[in-house]
């Protein structure tokens, strides 16, 4: 199989954009329900992965992680209800059936109370840099006129020591109205002269580091873009204009969200051995994914990080 040739320079006009190859997996409306909570390794990792990088502060506002910070999945773990889905994604990003884990410490981040609400309403998502994206993007393939992504070339992207650089990026205008306050100094006591406040469409908030692997950002971006685009086509082609890239993870999307049911080749895969792993390739305790009930066990957590 051979990639089409494409134009490399993200400022050009964006292509008619692509749909979903299959379901589009909208993010569950029980995603912020509060009844389940992590446990309490699983914060101590993502502790642990925040702690040199962030040092446990709300990544956005940078905020001390107090009682009004909480745990927040970038995907949601309610995905992992759907076995289609996370089948699918195991294997293109070339992983052992069963061993995606969307309680890694690489798909949760602190947020504040507010904006962890506004991340369960697809109003904002944070985009990687063009590199990270391009690096995903120039590994899918074209197969009778549909870009695909093959389990293969899936790269390996490890954790820099100073983590990913993401941009917080709103989607639509849910958030016109809204302010973020971002602390950006700690020395005690705190005073104003420490803090910004930024308004929407927020482009003045300073690039962010975080242990977050990019592949599960880009899932969700996607997934939210696509659903902008279903939505409201002005906002979305707004969107586009101020960030081009968001093009190449629509399409990153759609070829990840692409349904294998039935692909032999899949199915054989399926019935093979499978190792027990962490989904993210960082070192982690082995999980093997039981996927209907841990996703309702597990469900998602809004849990305080204080």
Same mark, same amino acid.
């Given at each position: 199989m051979q990639r089409t040739m494409t134009v490399?320079?993200? *400022?050009?006009?964006?292509?008619?954009?692509? *749909?979903?190859h299959g379901e589009v997996?909208?993010?569950?409306? &029980?995603?912020?329900?509060?009844?389940?909570? =992590?446990?309490?390794?699983?914060? #101590?990792?993502? /502790?642990?992965? /925040? &702690?040199? !990088?962030? *040092?446990?502060?709300? %990544?956005? #506002?940078?905020?001390?992680?107090? !009682?009004?910070?909480?745990?927040?999945?970038?995907?949601?773990?309610?995905?992992?209800?759907?076995? @289609?889905?996370?089948?699918? =994604?195991?294997?293109?990003?070339?992983?052992?059936y069963g061993s995606l884990n969307l309680n890694t410490r690489y798909n949760i981040f602190f947020a504040g &109370?507010?904006?962890? !609400?506004?991340?369960?309403m697809n109003s904002w998502a944070l985009l990687p840099d063009d590199t990270t994206i391009n690096q995903y993007y120039d590994m899918l393939?074209?197969?009778?006129?549909? #870009?695909? &992504?093959?389990?293969?070339?899936?790269?390996? !992207?490890?954790?820099?020591? @100073?983590? +990913?650089?993401?941009r917080f990026i709103p989607l639509g205008d849910s958030m016109k109205q809204n302010r973020i306050l971002r602390q950006n100094e700690h020395a005690p006591p705190p005073n104003k002269d420490q803090f910004t406040i930024h308004f929407y469409p927020f482009d003045t908030l300073p690039p962010i580091r975080s242990h977050l692997h990019p592949k599960f950002v880009i899932f969700e971006l996607g997934r939210k873009f696509h659903e902008l685009v279903e939505k409201d086509s002005a906002a979305a082609n707004a969107a586009v204009s101020s960030y081009p890239i968001l093009d190449r993870v629509h399409r990153i999307y759609a070829a990840?969200?692409?349904?294998?049911?039935?692909? %032999?080749? +899949?199915?054989?895969?399926?019935?093979?051995?499978?190792?027990?792993? /962490?989904? /993210?390739?960082q070192s982690e305790e082995g999980y093997q994914r039981r996927r209907i009930g841990n996703a309702t066990k597990q469900g998602p957590s809004a849990t305080p990080a204080g």
């Open positions: 490399t320079d993200n *400022q050009t006009p964006p292509r008619s954009r692509p *749909q979903a997996y909208a993010t569950p409306s &029980a995603g912020l329900v509060k009844k389940y909570s =992590l446990t309490s390794k699983e914060k #101590e990792r993502v /502790d642990s992965a /925040d &702690a040199h !990088i962030n *040092q446990r502060r709300s %990544l956005i #506002e940078n905020l001390p992680n107090d !009682i009004t910070v909480e745990y927040c999945h970038m995907m949601s773990r309610n995905h992992a209800r759907n076995e @289609d889905l996370m089948a699918s =994604l195991e294997w293109y990003w070339n992983m052992p &109370a507010d904006l962890h !609400i506004h991340h369960g393939v074209t197969v009778s006129g549909v #870009e695909m &992504a093959e389990k293969s070339k899936f790269p390996e !992207i490890q954790l820099p020591k @100073d983590g +990913f650089q993401y990840w969200s692409h349904s294998l049911k039935g692909a %032999l080749a +899949f199915e054989n895969w399926k019935k093979q051995d499978s190792g027990a792993g /962490d989904g /993210d390739r």
